[in-house]
């Protein structure tokens, strides 16, 4: 692993002094140390909401705070942090169970996401927040071709309602199937139903985002997008 640990540095542009950080930054909970990457993941998660916000402020210096909102989580979520946890390849980097290492671990969403966030607390804490800022905004640009509404942001719920309304003649049903975790960690999963059938279901750190993801799939399904 020692090498893997020298790439991510190489790839972040960053040298840890505190290798003990970037260590328990990539310790998934699985491989059973006395430490793990919760905590970090826990601050990387508010550092980088910070980070993302501030950075779009600063870009889209005309559009109203609802469309900032909009965009923020579209790039502060699951998916957009597996996207950029990929562009620096740290699915080879973690450390894991042999469990959960052959039940292909390196490659799911949710633990790459985590990792990552985990990696930003990790930068924080010993670089500070313009060090992590200027490791972060350029990962984030080269995972985008462009940022901005059109690009980036669409609205799954909407399009979803708009083409069962047009087609059915009726709105999606949304149910909460269950929540699990910690406090500072829930997550949801919620399916899209229509005429009493479910359609798809999904997870999401907030019930808006698990309705986003749950709609995403069931368009894909119905409408082939």
């Known amino acids: 692993m020692q090498k893997s640990l020298e790439d991510i540095q190489k790839r972040l542009d960053y040298q840890f002094e505190n290798?003990?950080?970037?260590?328990?930054?990539?310790?998934?909970?699985?491989?059973?140390?006395?430490?793990?990457n919760?905590?970090?993941?826990?601050?990387?998660?508010?550092?980088?909401?910070?980070?993302?916000?501030?950075?779009?402020?600063?870009?889209?210096?005309?559009?109203?705070?609802?469309?900032?909102s909009k965009l923020r989580a579209s790039l502060v979520n699951e998916k957009g942090f597996e996207?950029?946890?990929?562009?620096?390849?740290?699915?080879?980097?973690?450390?894991?169970?042999?469990?959960e290492e052959n039940n292909n671990g390196r490659e799911k969403p949710s633990l790459l996401s985590n990792a990552f966030e985990a990696v930003v607390g990790a930068l924080y804490l010993e670089a500070g927040l313009e060090r992590t800022?200027?490791?972060?905004?350029?990962?984030?640009?080269?995972?985008?071709?462009?940022?901005?509404?059109?690009?980036?942001?669409?609205?799954?719920?909407?399009?979803?309602?708009?083409?069962?309304?047009?087609n059915e003649g009726i709105t999606p049903e949304y149910i909460m199937e269950r929540s699990f975790g910690p406090d500072h960690q829930k997550e949801f999963e919620i399916s899209v139903n229509i005429h009493g059938k479910q359609i798809s279901k999904a997870l999401g750190k907030s019930k808006k985002e698990a309705q986003q993801n749950a709609a995403q799939i069931a368009l894909e399904i119905l409408v082939k997008v």
């Open 19 to 36: 290798q003990n950080l970037i260590i328990e930054a990539l310790t998934h909970k699985s491989y059973k140390r006395p430490y793990n």
């Open 133 to 166: 800022r200027s490791i972060v905004v350029p990962v984030l640009e080269s995972a985008y071709e462009k940022i901005d509404l059109d690009s980036i942001f669409r609205d799954y719920k909407t399009t979803l309602q708009e083409f069962t309304q047009a």
């Open 38 to 68: 919760e905590r970090l993941e826990f601050l990387g998660d508010a550092v980088l909401d910070l980070i993302v916000g501030e950075y779009l402020f600063f870009k889209f210096t005309n559009i109203p705070e609802g469309d900032l």
């Open 83 to 99: 996207k950029l946890a990929r562009i620096l390849k740290l699915g080879e980097c973690i450390y894991l169970s042999t469990a």
